[in-house]
Nanobody
Framework: VQLQASGGGLVQAGGSLRLSCAAS????????MGWFRQAPGKEREFVAA????????YYADSVKGRFTISRDNAKNTVYLRMNSLKPEDTAVYYC??????????????????WGQGTQVTVSS
């Protein structure tokens, strides 16, 4: 699976962005999908995940209630809608395809395929 993330940019605190991740190659609908982020000097951290059929989602506590993950299997695309953005949300955001089970969706090592990342910068 090849993944291409887009939609990042510069936004003021309180603003919104929608990230997209387009997949090509192997069957997209067979993978749970996740978003991770990495801020400068910090480790990559889990943000959100969605099951292969879209029926289940899971969020990091830091984004719960502000971010929404969704997917369109017909378009081979997963989205991350980010509202009420904060300066601490500034990071490179990565989409990834999970090759393990749903129980491991928070773990980066369970994701086999990764996109190239898209920068999100939130100014105060």
């Amino acid at each position: 699976v090849q993944l291409q993330a887009s939609g990042g940019g510069l936004v003021q605190a309180g603003g919104s962005l929608r990230l997209s991740c387009a997949a090509s190659g192997r069957t997209f609908s067979g993978y749970h999908m996740g978003w991770f982020r990495q801020a400068p000097g910090k480790e990559r951290e889990f943000v959100a995940a969605i099951s292969y059929g879209g029926g289940s989602t899971y969020y990091a506590d830091s984004v719960k209630g502000r971010f929404t993950i969704s997917r369109d299997n017909a378009k081979n695309t997963v989205y991350l809608r980010m509202n009420s953005l904060k300066p601490e949300d500034t990071a490179v955001y990565y989409c990834a395809a999970n090759s393990g089970g749903w129980g491991g969706v928070m773990e980066a090592y369970d994701y086999r395929y990764w996109g190239q990342g898209t920068q999100v910068t939130v100014s105060s």
